[in-house]
T-cell receptor, first 113, second 117 residues
Framework: NAGVTQTPKFQVLKTGQSMTLQCAQD?????MSWYRQDPGMGLRLIHYSVGAGITDQGEVPNGYNVSRSTTEDFPLRLLSAAPSQTSVYFC????????????FGSGTRLTVV | AQKVTQAQTEISVVEKEDVTLDCVYE???????LFWYKQPPSGELVFLIRRNSFDEQNEISGRYSWNFQKSTSSFNFTITASQVVDSAVYFC??????????????FGTGTRLTIIP
């Protein structure tokens, strides 16, 4: 049981490049989300999904796209990377409802130069 | 809107001392959930505890204890007899009742705890 798997763990992009951060979970969780962590700001929600085909914006969605074609996968796309997107990105998943809490991936450290 | 405040940015204590990390929250939901996560230097987020708004009983788990007080909207975390391995950033978080959008976690800015040997 792998839990939440994020790839890659590290990435360096040039300004304007695009890339996709992958997130997969094998726990059949309905709810998945992406957060970014910046120094002194805690974790902020980018996008979330309550099930396949359903996504919505979080607190800081600009510059990011998501889709949820399957229950297992929730990729985060940066269409044109900017230095302001340098951050550590975490994917999290949970069952519907709050009885079980969230499971987080190990994070992706992204640097945009 | 939900908000979590961790006013202590950094705390340093000598090993074996007790330390309390403060968390104050704001929400208009009647049903909500509070969490604490630990982020050690390796970077992963480790779940510590979940508490729902209807359960105000304090909880103790080994050297860790949590004090939930709805009257002051606080959910404080105490480490007794601290150890070097407790050095980490600790996050308090809040979510609403499971509903479209309400289940998302709102995090505090974290408290960096350093235990001095």
């Amino acid at each position: 049981n792998a839990g939440v798997t994020q790839t890659p763990k590290f990435q360096v992009l040039k300004t304007g490049q695009s890339m996709t951060l992958q997130c997969a979970q094998d726990m059949n969780h309905e709810y998945m989300s992406w957060y970014r962590q910046d120094p002194g700001m805690g974790l902020r929600l980018i996008h979330y999904s309550v099930g396949a085909g359903i996504t919505d914006q979080g607190e800081v969605p600009n510059g990011y796209n998501v889709s949820r074609s399957t229950t297992e996968d929730f990729p985060l796309r940066l269409l044109s990377a900017a230095p302001s997107q340098t951050s550590v990105y975490f994917c999290a998943s949970s069952y519907w409802g709050q009885s079980y809490g969230y499971t987080f991936g190990s994070g992706t450290r992204l640097t945009v130069v | 809107a939900q908000k979590v405040t961790q006013a202590q940015t950094e705390i340093s204590v000598v090993e074996k001392e007790d330390v309390t990390l403060d968390c104050v929250y704001e929400t208009r939901d009647t049903t909500y959930y509070l969490f604490w996560y630990k982020q050690p230097p390796s970077g992963e987020l480790v779940f510590l505890i979940r508490r729902n708004s209807f359960d105000e009983q304090n909880e103790i788990s080994g050297r860790y204890s949590w004090n939930f007080q709805k009257s002051t909207s606080s959910f404080n975390f105490t480490i007794t007899a601290s150890q070097v391995v407790d050095s980490a950033v600790y996050f308090c978080a809040l979510s609403g009742e499971a509903n479209f959008g309400n289940e998302k976690l709102t995090f505090g800015t974290g408290t960096r705890l350093t235990i001095i040997p």
